[in-house]
């Protein structure tokens, strides 16, 4: 394994802290940091209180980790405060991202379509999460509405995630595991398994993919019937080109299915070296 890089989990919710939610997000996250080649060296877990959050970045900043990884906070109630905790950490401001809005306009419309909300109206409250600190990217959230955010603050990486697990691990897949990949992985294999898309109507698309990422091997296995098929798709590449091509078609596929609104599920198997 080539030198690990290290990292910080911030988890921020006062459910963690009176007993009555365990985290499960700190746990997943360790084992998917160290499977990146990674190792986290602390783990703080704080209240949903914007001091709090403030002091923790802070604390966290000065010991200078290559990743700082926050989870919670993020959502349209006025203890979501991860963000605004952030910005203060950082001593910027927070200010409406049009990135993030469209982002959360997006995603409200899809749930509609696919019934899972009854109302796509951008309130206030949902407007609210779509004020980022400045000078962060937006990291799209293929599970939910509220997206994630990402910035640079001197030698650290900092990304804020949702604190819903599914959610949760959704944008750190798509989003953050690549970027802590980068340059550390020989073989990435990326298992996506999919309810109700047939396997014929995703092949002109894996198709596309095999013939635009020749370093990627891309193969689907039919597992259900077509009326409710299951299909598993695997991408795999060895290799810094093939581990980059990897975690593009896994991008191109995830953005096919999202604009189906199909079921799916992400596995990554990174083999470090």
């Given amino acids: 394994m080539s030198s690990s890089f290290k990292t910080i989990v911030v988890s921020v919710g006062n459910e963690l802290l ?37 002091e923790a970045l802070r604390e966290a900043l000065e010991r200078k980790p290559a990743w700082i990884v926050m989870t919670g906070g993020l959502g349209p109630t006025y203890d979501d405060v991860t963000l605004q905790g952030v910005a ?5 401001p927070l200010v409406e991202d049009n990135r993030a809005r469209e982002m959360i306009v997006r995603r409200l419309k899809e749930m509609k379509e696919a019934g899972r909300l009854d109302d796509a109206t951008l309130t206030p409250e949902r407007a609210k999460m779509a004020r980022l600190p400045e000078g962060s990217s937006p990291l799209s ?18 990304v804020c995630l949702p604190g819903v697990p599914a959610e949760m691990k959704a944008v750190f897949l798509e989003h953050v595991a690549p970027r802590m990949a980068v340059g550390r992985l020989s073989t990435m294999t990326v298992e996506v398994e999919v309810w109700g898309q047939p396997e014929a109507s995703m092949a002109p698309l894996l198709k596309e993919l095999a013939e635009k990422y020749q370093s990627t091997y891309v193969k689907s296995h039919p597992k259900g019937f077509e009326g409710r098929s299951r299909v598993l798709v695997q991408l795999t590449g060895r290799g810094r080109v093939g581990v980059d091509e990897v975690m593009a078609a896994k991008g191109e596929l995830l953005e096919y299915l999202n604009s189906k609104g199909a079921e799916y599920k992400v596995l990554e198997n990174p083999d470090s070296g």
């Fill in 88 to 92: 203060a950490a950082l001593g910027v």
């Fill in 141 to 158: 959230n293929p599970a939910g509405t509220a997206p994630g955010a990402l910035v640079r603050s001197g030698d650290s990486w900092v």
């Fill in 18 to 54: 009176n007993g009555r939610t365990a985290n499960t997000n700190a746990q997943w996250l360790c084992g998917q940091v160290y499977s990146l080649g990674g190792e986290v060296r602390r783990i703080l877990t704080v209240p949903d209180d914007l001091a709090a959050i403030e």
